[in-house]
């Protein structure tokens, strides 16, 4: 028998591709069934257009994206990584999605002689550029040492994004792109146009045909989005502890945005610990002691072949490598040496996880 959220996960596919189906069927019967008295490509003829136009965009915007990225050293790719564009990056990539919006149809006309363009498509285009531009930079935020994008404060890059966080990240890029390239561009090229058919035609269906798209590319690609960690605690009668505890350690917080700012080269997400710390003066150093029984030793000795260490404490020796060095803040005022604060910060998840029901090595376990 299917477990309960193994259903749900297959009822939530299944709905994405309904829906999304749905949403390009009946855009497309309305794209087809359309007349125009303007001097553009209409019904079936004009749906034929659009396919074509979307595939010829769609690969210059990939081909400038790429060419981008090759030519400034940057690795953001398609979305979904580590790293968000920001500041100079967002503005790039949105001239690279917007600039094909307006050449592309340009030529397909000037190569195929089939009239696509409306007399205004040039004006229109340049408030579309330039509004993308604000739009992104929006979205993505500028190159300040803390994020002020929403995609960031809704989703942090390289976190695990829930299936209703990613829905509501498509949604906002729906709304924003999408829904506000089409509006601001039908109101230039055809003012004239009726109101409501520039809302529910022009913009509304567009905008449900990506969001539809989006969620059934998250639903299919990461379906591990759609297994929130927060199930295993629910079947197990566990109450989620995690994020409280980064939220109310300090010490906590402290190593989780040293983490990110390992992992990602910067800390350009939301701090957690209410500063951007840092390691100063890091050092390391073998500790080497011998038990208290007689004859006992502690040998160290490196392969001179491979440089391997090897270290040799019988009858109660030891050996123990110690990193330490002082984390400081972002005005530099130090916090705590950072052995200090690894202690507290594993001393307070093992004891978060064994109150979660996880068993813990005896070794392992803190004190009371």
Same mark, same amino acid.
């Given at each position: 028998?299917?477990?309960?959220?193994?259903?749900? +996960?297959?009822?939530?596919?299944?709905?994405?591709? =309904?829906?999304?189906?749905?949403?390009?069927?009946?855009?497309?019967f309305c794209i087809a069934e359309r007349t125009s008295n303007l001097p553009t490509k209409s019904g079936l003829t004009g749906l034929n257009v659009v396919f074509h136009l979307s595939v010829l965009t769609a690969i210059a915007f990939?081909?400038?994206?790429? $060419?981008?990225?090759?030519?400034?050293?940057?690795?953001?790719?398609?979305?979904?990584?580590?790293?968000?564009?920001?500041?100079?990056?967002?503005?790039?990539?949105?001239?690279?999605?917007?600039?094909?919006?307006?050449?592309?149809?340009?030529?397909?006309?000037?190569?195929? /002689?089939?009239?696509?363009l409306f007399p205004s498509h040039w004006r229109a285009m340049l408030f579309v550029i330039l509004l993308g531009v604000g739009r992104h930079l929006l979205i993505y935020g500028t190159t300040s040492d803390k994020p002020n994008g929403?995609?960031?404060?809704?989703?942090?890059?390289?976190?695990?994004?829930?299936?209703?966080?990613?829905?509501?990240?498509?949604?906002?890029?729906?709304?924003?792109?999408?829904?506000?390239?089409?509006?601001?561009?039908? $109101?230039?090229?055809?003012?004239?146009?009726?109101?409501?058919?520039?809302?529910?035609?022009?913009?509304?269906?567009?905008?449900?045909?990506?969001?539809?798209?989006?969620?059934?590319?998250?639903? =299919?690609?990461?379906? /591990?989005?759609?297994? !929130?960690?927060? =199930?295993?605690?629910?079947?197990?009668?566990?109450?989620?502890?995690?994020? &409280?505890?980064?939220?109310?350690?300090? !010490?906590?917080?402290?190593?989780?945005?040293?983490?990110?700012?390992?992992? %990602?080269?910067?800390?350009?997400?939301?701090?957690?610990?209410?500063?951007?710390?840092? +390691?100063?003066?890091?050092?390391?150093?073998?500790?080497?002691?011998?038990?208290?029984?007689?004859?006992?030793?502690?040998?160290?000795?490196?392969?001179?072949?491979?440089?391997?260490?090897?270290?040799?404490?019988? !009858?109660?020796?030891?050996?123990? $490598?110690?990193?330490?060095?002082?984390?400081?803040?972002?005005?530099?005022?130090?916090?705590?040496?950072?052995?200090?604060?690894?202690?507290?910060?594993?001393?307070?998840?093992?004891?978060?996880?064994?109150?979660?029901? &996880?068993?813990?090595?005896?070794? %392992?376990?803190?004190?009371?």
């Amino acid at each position: 028998m299917a477990a309960p959220n193994q259903i749900t +996960i297959a009822a939530v596919k299944v709905g994405t591709v =309904l829906a999304n189906l749905s949403s390009i069927v009946g855009f497309s019967f309305c794209i087809a069934e359309r007349t125009s008295n303007l001097p553009t490509k209409s019904g079936l003829t004009g749906l034929n257009v659009v396919f074509h136009l979307s595939v010829l965009t769609a690969i210059a915007f990939g081909v400038l994206w790429s $060419l981008a990225e090759r030519q400034f050293g940057w690795s953001f790719g398609a979305g979904g990584g580590d790293a968000l564009p920001s500041g100079w990056s967002a503005v790039v990539l949105s001239v690279c999605m917007t600039l094909p919006l307006a050449v592309v149809p340009f030529l397909y006309q000037l190569l195929s /002689g089939v009239h696509v363009l409306f007399p205004s498509h040039w004006r229109a285009m340049l408030f579309v550029i330039l509004l993308g531009v604000g739009r992104h930079l929006l979205i993505y935020g500028t190159t300040s040492d803390k994020p002020n994008g929403l995609r960031q404060w809704i989703a942090p890059a390289g976190e695990e994004t829930p299936f209703g966080t990613g829905l509501l990240i498509e949604f906002v890029y729906s709304s924003l792109f999408v829904g506000l390239w089409v509006l601001s561009y039908r $109101l230039v090229v055809n003012p004239t146009e009726p109101l409501l058919e520039i809302l529910l035609g022009r913009t509304l269906l567009p905008c449900l045909v990506f969001f539809s798209g989006m969620a059934v590319f998250i639903a =299919l690609k990461y379906p /591990g989005s759609l297994n !929130d960690r927060r =199930l295993w605690c629910e079947k197990n009668g566990r109450s989620l502890e995690g994020e &409280v505890l980064i939220n109310t350690n300090k !010490d906590v917080a402290i190593i989780h945005d040293l983490w990110n700012l390992d992992k %990602h080269g910067q800390l350009d997400r939301t701090s957690r610990s209410s500063h951007y710390p840092r +390691i100063q003066g890091l050092t390391r150093y073998l500790n080497v002691s011998t038990g208290t029984a007689p004859g006992s030793y502690a040998l160290v000795t490196f392969d001179p072949r491979t440089g391997e260490m090897r270290t040799g404490t019988p !009858d109660g020796g030891a050996a123990k $490598l110690v990193i330490n060095g002082d984390v400081v803040d972002e005005h530099g005022t130090q916090l705590a040496d950072f052995a200090t604060i690894c202690k507290s910060a594993t001393v307070a998840w093992e004891k978060t996880l064994i109150r979660a029901g &996880v068993s813990l090595p005896p070794a %392992h376990l803190p004190p009371d």
